[in-house]
């Protein structure tokens, strides 16, 4: 059973900052490279950060570069997403999400497998 499970999501002010965790299980978390994704209101899901299986290879979007940091814990199998000075245009649902293989890019959820249940993030202003 593959599973991924977020956590860490709530209600901040605006310059705030939030860490995101995404505890994974039911495969070998080495052979997975690992997604952060949001949904805001209305709007598609879109890719944030990623990272790669094993070599530490990261991306950002340019929304979030620079504010975002995404690492993973491999004796944790858990990925975390720390956000700092957090704006109101990051209130989403945040997804994480696993796909098999080396690469990051393209950071598009067709490319992806597995999905977590998601975490709201709602910041105020």
């Known amino acids: 059973q593959l599973r991924l499970v977020e956590s860490g999501g709530g209600l901040v002010q605006t310059g705030g900052s939030l860490r995101l965790s995404c505890e994974v299980s039911g495969f070998t978390f080495d052979y997975y490279a690992i997604g952060w994704f949001r949904q805001a209101p209305g709007k598609e899901r879109e890719g944030v950060s990623c990272i790669s299986s094993s070599d530490g290879r990261t991306y950002y979007e340019d929304s979030v570069n620079g504010r975002f940091t995404i690492s993973r814990h491999h004796a944790k199998n858990t990925v975390y997403l720390q956000m700092n000075s957090l704006k109101p245009e990051d209130t989403a649902v945040y997804y994480c999400?696993?796909?098999?293989?080396?690469?990051?890019?393209?950071?598009?959820?067709?490319?992806?497998?597995?999905w977590g249940q998601g975490t709201q993030v709602t910041v105020s202003s």
């Open positions: 999400a696993g796909k098999r293989g080396p690469s990051i890019l393209p950071l598009i959820e067709q490319e992806y497998d597995y």
